[in-house]
Nanobody, 126 residues
Framework: QVQLVESGGGLVQAGGSLRLSCAAS????????MGWFRQAPGKEREFVTC????????YYDDSVKGRFTISRDNAKNTVYLQMDSLKPEDTAVYYC???????????????????WGQGIQVTVSK
């Protein structure tokens, strides 16, 4: 079992920045691919970004590429999502997730992520 807890969400104006954190506990954090997903009201959950277990490889959805940065600190059992140049359409509940399968299998496939945080609200005002 892996427990995930997100923090750092809130309200920000368009063009601003937020940094989300996801603290993991339980099994060895460094064994897991970590991902961020989001779900806006009335919409399906969508992939945002993921990072390999070592942190060497990342992958982003086109909608956030160049604005968001995922990173991890395996010594602190934490994954981060730095969000810059935020837009109103980034408003959503953001979830971190952990997958124990290989990176290329996990990728943007929500079904491959076995563990999920409770989610945290990010609201971007115009």
């Amino acid at each position: 079992q892996v427990q995930l807890v997100e923090s750092g969400g809130g309200l920000v104006q368009a063009g601003g920045s937020l940094r989300l954190s996801c603290a993991a506990s339980g099994r060895t954090f460094s064994n897991y691919v970590m991902g961020w997903f989001r779900q806006a009201p009335g919409k399906e959950r969508e992939f945002v970004t993921c990072i390999s277990s070592s942190g060497a490889t990342t992958y982003y959805d086109d909608s956030v590429k160049g604005r968001f940065t995922i990173s991890r600190d395996n010594a602190k059992n934490t994954v981060y999502l730095q969000m810059d140049s935020l837009k109103p359409e980034d408003t959503a509940v953001y979830y971190c997730a952990a997958a124990s399968v290989p990176f290329r299998r996990a990728y943007d496939r929500a079904d491959e992520y076995a563990y999920w945080g409770q989610g945290i609200q990010v609201t971007v005002s115009k």
